[in-house]
């Protein structure tokens, strides 16, 4: 018999019948598994809520709640993953093996128990259970992946619509304002030119990282909005503290003294600035402060650039 260690597949098991819950366990533990008991749907739940395990063994007829309601209540409590349910039971009709996978389950094995083959079914379920938890996290991963700009790490246009579209529902109902910042970097196709392209980029990096590390609140979000544009949403921000926080990345941009030798206005690498604020309501959209934010940023730059409008 393997000893189970604390990493082992867990199992719990649901069957009224306490025989059945030994030879059950004897079997399971002799794999190695660690094992769970419960004596009805009710205790099966509350185990599973608590411990976890990697598959449920569950007999169909229980006194309270049986193994259908419970099997189905069971499929409820995650959305991300269905819990796999391997029936045991003594009924053999066709209705109920139907019933059984209706409500979820995955397996269907009846008694007499061939012990043979319900160890293979449960090492094949906990290999898929796996699996599947595996698919999962590879794929929140991506999730992240297609968030992000690929140059400079930070959030990229899908990310900023999916955002802005949120929080601006948000602010709708809780009637608290809503800020962008617009940021444009200063003659930066003369930068390209004066430097190269691989020296654009990293200045990309460098202007992305200086307005991240301004950036301080978690609700903050800041995005590469097209090429040498950076646009940072600031919910509950009034004008007052978007201008602060604009004020703030041009001079923390400017003490990294970026050489720019191309620029009219500075020896430096320099930003234009514009801001809209807004409390969000169901006659405005999203649209319109993007909209007001570039309008000011049109003004920065027509203003003379390395400047924040509003
Ligand atoms: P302005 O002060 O009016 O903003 O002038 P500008 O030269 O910055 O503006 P313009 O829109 O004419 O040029 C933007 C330049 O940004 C052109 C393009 O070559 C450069 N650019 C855009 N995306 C990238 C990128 O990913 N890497 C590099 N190196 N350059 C980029
Ligand atoms: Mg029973
Ligand atoms: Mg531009
Ligand atoms: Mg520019």
Redesign the pocket.
């Known amino acids: 018999m393997k000893p189970p260690d604390d990493q082992a597949p867990l199992i719990l098991i649901a069957d009224d019948e306490p025989m059945i819950r030994l030879q059950l366990r004897r079997a399971m533990e002799q794999e190695g598994y660690r094992v769970a008991e419960a004596k009805n749907g009710e205790e099966c739940l509350a185990a599973y809520l608590q411990f976890h395990p990697d598959i449920v063994l569950l007999d169909a007829i229980m006194p309270s709640m049986d193994g259908f309601t419970c099997c189905h209540q069971l499929q409820q409590l995650s959305t991300a993953q269905p819990v796999p349910v391997l029936m045991i039971t003594g009924l053999e009709d066709k209705q109920s093996v139907d019933r059984a996978f209706a409500v979820g389950a995955v397996d269907y094995v009846t008694k007499p128990i061939h012990w043979a083959v319900l160890l293979q079914r449960v090492r094949r379920l906990i290999h898929q259970s796996h699996l599947y938890e595996q698919l999962a996290l590879a794929n929140q991963e991506l999730q992240c992946l297609a968030n992000l700009d690929g140059?400079t790490g930070v959030a990229n246009r899908r990310r900023f619509d999916e955002y802005l579209n949120k929080e601006w529902r948000r602010l709708t109902r809780e009637q608290r304002p809503l800020s962008l910042i617009l940021c444009?970097?200063?003659?930066?196709?003369?930068y390209?030119d004066a430097y190269g392209?691989q020296a654009?980029?990293l200045c990309?990096q460098q202007v992305a990282r200086t307005i991240a590390q301004t950036v301080k609140r978690p609700s903050d979000l800041v995005c590469r909005y097209g090429?040498?544009e950076f646009v940072v949403i600031l919910p509950c921000t009034d004008a007052a503290g978007a201008s602060h926080i604009a004020q703030e990345i041009q001079s923390q941009l400017r003490s990294l003294q970026l050489l720019h030798n191309q620029s009219s206005v500075d020896a430096f690498v320099t930003l234009?600035l514009g801001i809209a604020t807004t409390i969000p309501d169901f006659q405005l959209s999203p649209k319109d402060l993007i909209r007001t934010a570039d309008q000011a940023l049109y003004a920065a730059?027509a203003g003379g650039?390395n400047r924040i409008e509003m």
């Open positions: 140059l444009d970097i200063d003659f930066f196709k003369s390209n392209h654009g980029d990309l090429g040498e234009s730059k650039r």
